[in-house]
T-cell receptor, first 115, second 112 residues
Framework: AQKVTQAQTEISVVEKEDVTLDCVYE???????LFWYKQPPSGELVFLIR??????QNEISGRYSWNFQKSTSSFNFTITASQVVDSAVYFC????????????FGKGITLSVRP | DTGVSQNPRHKITKRGQNVTFRCDPI?????LYWYRQTLGQGPEFLTY????????KSRLLSDRFSAERPKGSFSTLEIQRTEQGDSAMYLC??????????FGQGTRLTVV
């Protein structure tokens, strides 16, 4: 069975600090997809990134970067120079091939960025 | 607005009443999902449609829950004889390609 663990529950940083959100996953499938979603106070889940299991190349998008390591089953998310607008709950999720694309989410990490 | 739309945004109902939620997916998206999210937890998968066919239902979905997607367009989720444990945020998502789902703002249900 697939599982996503986000061990950190709450993180508080001061604006402009860098912060890394951890995600560890479990799956028996060799083909799978990993995601990060952001849930601001408005409640809507905002898609941030998708990676497939065959692509371990790290990705950078502006202040966001993702580090995917199959050897440790981790898919960590770093925000560089955090801003108050980054305050939200961040979810890591996993989808296995053949699972009709349903997502298994972690419990989420609440990030608070203080001015 | 071309995103996923859910109505109503909030619903308060008395225990034992039936409620129905609606989801309008992004047009052309053939996959539609329902998730439930309780406080402090990540969303949990409930059910999934490809076009009008309901292809999978979670064991979380008791017999009191039913979902439809007539004509492969909008979807409804009905909960019969609501219980306090049904209080949650109900999220709808749609996708076109495998696994990349876009979510609506959800319907928050409170059962009193």
């Amino acid at each position: 069975a697939q599982k996503v663990t986000q061990a950190q529950t709450e993180i508080s940083v001061v604006e402009k600090e860098d912060v890394t959100l951890d995600c560890v996953y479990e799956t028996r499938d060799t083909t799978y997809y990993l995601f990060w979603y952001k849930q601001p106070p408005s409640g809507e889940l905002v898609f941030l990134i998708r990676r497939n299991s065959f692509d371990e190349q790290n990705e950078i998008s502006g202040r966001y970067s993702w580090n995917f390591q199959k050897s440790t089953s981790s898919f960590n998310f770093t925000i560089t120079a955090s801003q108050v607008v980054d305050s939200a709950v961040y979810f890591c999720a996993l989808s296995e091939r053949g699972a009709n694309s349903k997502l298994t989410f972690g419990k989420g990490i609440t990030l608070s960025v203080r001015p | 607005d071309t995103g996923v739309s859910q109505n109503p945004r909030h619903k308060i109902t008395k225990r034992g009443q039936n409620v129905t939620f609606r989801c309008d997916p992004i047009s052309e998206h053939n996959r539609l999902y329902w998730y439930r999210q309780t406080l402090g937890q990540g969303p949990e998968f409930l059910t999934y449609f490809q076009n009008e066919a309901q292809l999978e239902k979670s064991r979380l979905l008791s017999d009191r829950f039913s979902a439809e997607r007539p004509k492969g367009s909008f979807s409804t989720l009905e909960i019969q004889r609501t219980e306090q444990g049904d209080s949650a945020m109900y999220l709808c998502a749609s996708s076109l390609v495998i696994a990349e789902a876009f979510f609506g703002q959800g319907t928050r249900l409170t059962v009193v």
